[in-house]
């Protein structure tokens, strides 16, 4: 089978990708656009593959089975290691429900579709995605995918004499057209999906394809046109790496900077200066021939620390997991790689490796599905459910959401953003024995006369607030209204006065009582479940770090505690029933009253609607606070 004479400068290409990439990740505000070194791995990758493919199609060698025997003998080993080291590792320092999203991202990535399952989650530069040690691997599934059917492709158009060219051009079309329309809109789709990236992967199959059979890189142009080929390429990589950042809707037009920088550096051939010099320099080679377990390794290190230490780490210790990346990068590439590459049972080695693979991922999904308890002494799980998931189906659907006793002819309607939806199940339990309770919330949306305040409405918002009116004129018995005041700019007695005006006119009702809802301290949720799991009683304020959340939180209760007025008004504080002066009670005695860093499960929701039961007379007087 052909292999690709060896260029020392590609490797100093893939060395600058996975440095670039590395940086980005370990200290992201040093090199914002270091993510891009991604897209130059696709075409390295488009490239060389590509050019194995073609040349052994022009040789009468090509097979199937050699190609992904060597593809399996490439790829498995170091993500075996990296694999088996991620579910470790968590075992003794994940909190189950880590475990558990560790186990289903190493089935996505044992199975090569952790692209796929980051499509279906979340946005790459979600906060979320810090702790997802194996996101990274979502690279490794848009290869892996475009690499079944690739082949297949270029196997049959070959054999049925259709034109390669033809379907590599309108491929790169095809692929760029939807990558940049739906960059526009769905960023999150744009950047996992094979669909979005196959182009990036085409166009180094493009620049094989005329290597190979046209002799382009050779015979079209001088030495001197393809040193400022080089030169533009290098250009193009620093100043997308500078430019190009997380607001960016990658990768969309922004990603023909990395891409259009691999063509010009590959395309520009080793005897360029840069080539020569820069990329096949001894450093930047050694770097390159162990890029690939570093991009595994460095990720998984980082992204540990990031689950059990939290996101503000000394900058020594990230440069320690970098450095010690690096060794294990190394070490797997001496002891694991080469003796498993230069090993003459291709067959055995294959099969030994897919099986080995098959096994971790199936234990992936067993951890995934016992929710992250595999064998380990842990205390009992906690929930932190907030009772709104059918609501949020009855939103998607354009309607309200109604629940408590249907038959009641007295009403309550709850309404806001997210601090809203976190009280849904606690006041549908409390409350709904006696009310018709409807609910109307999202996330994010001011939900009410936001022109008065001058505030933006987002579509989604307008239009459940729209659906609303249906409310207008009909007699409510209460409203309450719970929104992050503060984050909405309400932060002076004036603006406190119009929201409350606000609240009356909104939705042109009359309620007899009104409900104003405080917002929720942020806390560090994963410090105190870390505490929680593994018995350490450290003090929760140390878990604390959103000083600026509180102070805000506080600031809406000292203009508010005081303020004259209606009598059917009536201000709930959930900052008084959680915390004190030593810190905010996430969990206490096993209860999860936090769902995440801002808030509540119904269980903490529960101790805020208690005080407007009170009021309403609805249910029996109960604890309604912490005991501090």
């Known amino acids: 089978m052909y292999h690709p004479k060896y260029r020392s400068d590609i490797d100093g290409l893939r060395a600058i990708a996975v440095l670039i990439v590395v940086i980005y990740?370990?200290?992201?505000?040093?090199?914002?656009?270091?993510?891009?070194g991604v897209d130059v791995f696709f075409i390295i990758s488009g490239y060389l593959i590509s050019t194995i493919i073609f040349e052994n199609l022009g040789d009468n060698t090509f097979s199937f089975a050699n190609f992904?025997?060597?593809?399996?003998?490439?790829?498995?080993?170091?993500?075996?290691?990296?694999?088996?080291?991620?579910?470790?590792?968590?075992?003794?320092?994940?909190?189950?429900?880590?475990?558990?999203?560790?186990?289903?991202?190493?089935?996505?990535g044992a199975f090569f579709v952790s692209n796929l399952i980051s499509l279906i989650e979340f946005g790459y530069f979600d906060v979320a995605a810090e702790f997802k040690p194996l996101l990274h691997l979502w690279s490794l599934g848009i290869e892996e995918q475009?690499?079944?059917?690739?082949?297949?492709?270029?196997v049959l158009a070959w054999r049925f004499k259709v034109g390669l060219y033809w379907i590599i051009a309108v491929g790169i079309l095809g692929s760029f057209c939807l990558n940049f329309y739906k960059s526009g809109f769905d960023s999150i789709f744009a950047f996992f999906s094979p669909k979005t990236r196959a182009w990036e992967l085409l166009l180094g199959a493009g620049?094989?394809?005329?290597?190979?059979?046209?002799?382009?890189?050779?015979?079209?142009?001088?030495?001197?046109?393809?040193?400022?080929?080089?030169?533009?390429?290098?250009?193009?990589?620093?100043?997308?790496?500078?430019?190009?950042?997380?607001?960016?809707n990658y990768p969309g037009a922004a990603a023909l900077l990395p891409t259009l920088s691999a063509l010009c550096l590959i395309s520009a051939s080793p005897d360029c200066t840069i080539n020569r010099i820069a990329l096949s320099s001894p450093l930047l080679t050694k770097i390159g021939l162990i890029s690939y377990p570093l991009y595994l390794w460095h990720w998984l290190l980082l992204g540990v620390a990031n689950v059990t230490l939290g996101q503000h780490q000394a900058a020594g210790l990230r440069i320690g997991i970098v450095v010690f990346s690096f060794l294990l990068a190394y070490l797997t590439y001496r002891f694991v790689e080469q003796p498993i590459r230069k090993s003459r049972k291709v067959k055995?080695?294959?099969?030994?490796?897919?099986?080995?693979?098959?096994?971790?991922?199936?234990?992936?999904?067993?951890?995934?599905?016992?929710?992250?308890?595999?064998?380990?002494?842990?205390?009992?799980?906690?929930?932190s459910s907030t009772g709104a998931e059918d609501c949020l189906a009855e939103f998607k659907a354009g309607r309200l959401c109604v629940m408590g006793n249907l038959e009641a002819k007295e009403t309550i309607l709850v309404y806001g953003d997210s601090q809203a939806e976190q009280l849904s199940g606690a006041v549908n339990e409390l409350l709904g024995k006696r009310y018709k309770i409807v609910f109307a919330f999202f996330s994010s949306c001011f939900m009410g006369e936001s022109q008065n305040l001058g505030l933006k409405t987002t579509p989604q918002c307008a239009s459940i607030i729209n659906s609303t009116k249906a409310l207008r004129g009909q007699k409510l018995n209460a409203v309450i209204r719970a929104q992050q005041w503060?984050?909405?700019?309400?932060?002076?007695?004036?603006?406190?006065?119009?929201?409350?005006?606000?609240?009356?006119?909104?939705?042109?009702?009359?309620?007899?009582?009104?409900?104003?809802?405080?917002?929720?301290?942020?806390?560090?949720?994963?410090?105190a479940k870390w505490n929680y799991y593994f018995g350490n009683e450290r003090n929760l304020k140390q878990c604390a770090d959103?000083?600026?959340?509180?102070?805000?939180?506080?600031?809406?209760?000292?203009?508010?505690?005081?303020?004259?007025?209606?009598?059917?008004?009536?201000?709930?504080?959930?900052?008084?029933k959680l915390c004190d002066a030593n810190g905010c009670h996430v969990i206490h005695e096993g209860v999860q009253y936090y769902g995440n860093e801002n808030h509540l499960t119904r269980e903490g929701a529960k101790l805020v609607v208690s005080d407007i039961a009170k009021i309403l007379d609805a249910v029996p007087s109960q604890s309604t606070a912490v005991q501090h």
């Open 207 to 248: 620049l094989a394809y005329l290597s190979v059979f046209t002799n382009y890189i050779v015979a079209w142009h001088g030495l001197r046109l393809r040193q400022v080929i080089s030169l533009i390429g290098l250009a193009l990589l620093v100043f997308g790496t500078l430019l190009i950042n997380s607001s960016f």
């Open 68 to 108: 992904y025997y060597r593809r399996i003998r490439r790829i498995f080993p170091a993500l075996l290691l990296v694999l088996v080291a991620g579910l470790v590792l968590g075992w003794f320092l994940f909190i189950p429900e880590d475990y558990e999203k560790l186990g289903k991202h190493t089935f996505g």
């Open 486 to 527: 503060h984050g909405y700019g309400i932060e002076s007695t004036a603006r406190v006065i119009e929201a409350v005006d606000d609240t009356i006119r909104a939705f042109d009702l009359a309620p007899q009582q009104i409900f104003m809802v405080g917002g929720v301290a942020s806390v560090d949720i994963r410090c």
């Open 348 to 383: 055995l080695s294959a099969f030994i490796l897919t099986f080995c693979m098959a096994c971790v991922g199936v234990m992936g999904l067993t951890i995934f599905s016992q929710n992250g308890i595999f064998g380990q002494t842990r205390k009992p799980l906690l929930m």
């Open 146 to 154: 475009f690499y079944i059917v690739w082949p297949i492709i270029v």
């Open 546 to 576: 959103e000083q600026p959340s509180i102070q805000s939180v506080k600031s809406f209760i000292d203009m508010t505690k005081y303020l004259q007025v209606a009598e059917n008004l009536h201000f709930v504080y959930p900052y008084e």
């Open 25 to 36: 990740h370990a200290f992201p505000t040093l090199l914002p656009g270091g993510f891009i």
